[in-house]
């Protein structure tokens, strides 16, 4: 694929898009070009799933290592006979009810689909978006689309149409502008070639799964970059992290709100800058302190807000240049599941437990 002279953004409506702006994208999409462009849960980074070459671009785009497998997303459930082979009844069920929407599921790989597309493995994962703009390019470029999150590698995944021109900029043919995505993190990947098993949460909840498979469990893996191939995308140790460090912290909330207060007093008396990422209600604890910046991410009722605040609220505190961010975990129920597993690998993998 030749490198694009230039990214042209483009600006789509985000529930009635532009038919010829679909075209312009859908044709880059065909002649082998990326085309980054809006989901309903993050930005994607686009190529022909049938096109071996172009996905490898994908990977050389973002300086993604060869061992974390891409998502094929398609726009009707009759694709995934040319996608998925050997595929179970219980997939059939769950897209009928989850899909369009954020669940991506691992099956058997097509031979249609190429290898890179997998990380070498005969498995992909496999979903249906729901956002208008994503189905329209699918439909009009009429092939499946591998696409991960549009970003650099292991940067907090993209959310609005900047963020993609931020990491990917002369990287990418076209960037299809729709707003901010709507949920904000990456979709639930289940894995159903064997046991039924939730490799990353996600967009659907582990309770909304279980109506169908009653003993499902999370399982995700935290592998280095040159481990054995992930068998879904997003297992990676460290993902979705800020250029600062950040330190996550879990327990009792006035006990880590307290220690989260003296962390942040002693990393400014050490000369570095600090960044606290707080629902609303913790802000006037950390205002005060001299130094300190503060980026909320709405109330900690609302984790569908938190959740669609997090990346951008991360690459908030990088643009403002800090060393160093202090967050709390939220409670890990439904989507703070989800939560909970992107500030983990934001964070490295590793927590400070803060006992009462």
């Not at 703070?336 to 400070?352: P, S, V």
């Amino acid at each position: 694929m030749a490198i694009p002279e230039q990214t042209h953004v483009i600006s789509v409506d985000s529930v009635q898009p532009d038919f010829a702006a679909i075209h312009v994208a859908a044709e880059l999409l065909r002649a082998g070009q990326l085309v980054a462009f809006p989901t309903e849960t993050v930005y994607g980074l686009g190529a022909n799933a049938h096109d071996s070459a172009a996905v490898g671009c994908i990977f050389s785009a973002k300086s993604r290592p060869a061992n974390d497998p891409i998502i094929v997303h398609i726009a009707a459930l009759g694709q995934i006979d040319a996608v998925a082979r050997e595929i179970p009844d219980l997939a059939y069920q769950l897209a009928q009810h989850f899909w369009p929407g954020p669940l991506t599921l691992v099956l058997a790989r097509h031979p249609n689909i190429p290898p890179n597309v997998s990380a070498g493995l005969p498995t992909v994962a496999v979903r249906m978006p729901v956002h208008p703009v994503a189905r329209a390019l699918i439909q009009a470029a009429d092939c499946p689309i591998a696409a991960p999150s549009a970003n650099t590698f292991s940067r907090p995944s993209a959310t609005t149409a900047q963020h993609v021109l931020q990491d990917l900029g002369g990287r990418v043919a076209v960037i299809l502008d729709a707003g901010p995505t709507p949920i904000g993190l990456e979709s639930t990947v289940l894995d159903l070639t064997g046991e039924p098993v939730v490799l990353r949460p996600g967009g659907v909840d582990l309770e909304q799964l279980r109506v169908f498979i009653p003993n499902l469990q999370i399982k995700p893996r935290y592998i280095a970059t040159d481990a054995d191939p992930a068998n879904a995308p997003g297992q990676l140790t460290r993902h979705y992290a800020p250029s600062a460090q950040v330190l996550l912290f879990s327990g009792p909330v006035g006990p880590v709100r307290a220690q989260m207060q003296q962390t942040a007093h002693d990393r400014i008396a050490s000369g570095q800058r600090v960044g606290v990422l707080v629902i609303d209600e913790e802000r006037e604890l950390f205002v005060a302190l001299p130094g300190v910046q503060v980026v909320t991410l709405g109330p900690g009722d609302d984790l569908a807000q938190v959740g669609a605040r997090l990346f951008a609220a991360l690459r908030a505190l990088d643009r403002q240049g800090v060393d160093v961010i202090v967050v709390r975990a939220l409670a890990r129920a439904g989507l703070g599941a989800a939560i909970w597993d992107r500030l983990l690998r934001a964070a490295d993998g590793k927590f400070i437990a803060v006992e009462g």
